[in-house]
């Protein structure tokens, strides 16, 4: 079966200012994010691409727009079953204002229990973006054979979560697992197993510099938490 070349979306305004976009129209890259989106094609350059898949919102179409300009015969087609987790109410606020709701501990140590005001669900999000993925593995390869590989743009929850069952971990775990902004995880899939064979690759090792936020969890409101929706990468 195919291999599958996740994208998180590049750095957006949203990451820097600290709120959780969600589903927001018009959250777009910023300077940082679009650099990083016109460094993707010369990262993907040595992998034969047969497909490009992105989700709906403006952050990820543009972080594959010099992608498909270097590649002009490269189809794209647009998969609502990966878009960014629907957070409702939570939706547009900032992570500051969110960090003591009661909500916020389900979703980081219990997250299969955690269903947002208003929105979805993350036992609902890990299912369709997981039925998304097996549809697409199964139309890439009869189109162009069991060793292509395709390209998918998606949001940082999406992808954990994807990861998360490729590994055959509860969902209650995909909170362990970082994917930074423009970062390539990369999982080929087989008759039996899928192989995680690349993690959140961002070709900069910046990220592994201890820094304050990082120590004290500030992004995600509490010490060891995960940053929801993805965070804003390296400073």
């Known amino acids: 079966m195919p291999t599958l070349i996740l994208v998180r979306h590049g750095r957006s305004t949203a990451n820097t200012s600290g709120v959780l976009a969600g589903r927001t129209p018009r959250v777009a890259l910023d300077e940082r994010g679009a650099a990083q989106a016109a460094a993707l094609p010369g990262r993907l350059a040595d992998v034969p691409l047969a497909a490009a898949v992105t989700s709906p919102l403006q952050r990820c179409q543009e972080t594959l727009r010099p992608l498909l300009e270097a590649r002009p015969g490269l189809p794209l087609h647009t998969e609502d079953r990966i878009n960014e987790c629907d957070y409702g109410d939570w939706s547009g606020r900032k992570l500051a204002e969110l960090s003591d709701h009661p909500l916020m ?131």
């Open 105 to 235: 501990e389900v979703v980081q140590r219990h997250p299969s229990a955690a269903v947002f005001p208003g929105g979805e669900s993350m036992r609902a999000m890990q299912a369709r973006a997981v039925d998304a993925v097996h549809d697409w593995n199964a139309r890439i390869e009869a189109a162009h054979g069991p060793s292509a590989a395709y390209v998918m743009c998606s949001h940082g929850d999406i992808i954990k979560a994807l990861v998360a069952d490729a590994l055959g971990l509860h969902l209650d775990l995909f909170q362990r697992i970082s994917v930074e902004p423009c970062s390539v995880t990369a999982i080929r899939y087989t008759r039996l197993r899928p192989f995680l064979v690349r993690l959140g690759d961002t070709g900069d090792f910046g990220a592994l510099a201890p820094s304050d936020e990082a120590a004290g969890g500030a992004a995600a409101g509490g010490e060891g938490d995960a940053a929801v929706g993805g965070g804003a990468g390296a400073p």
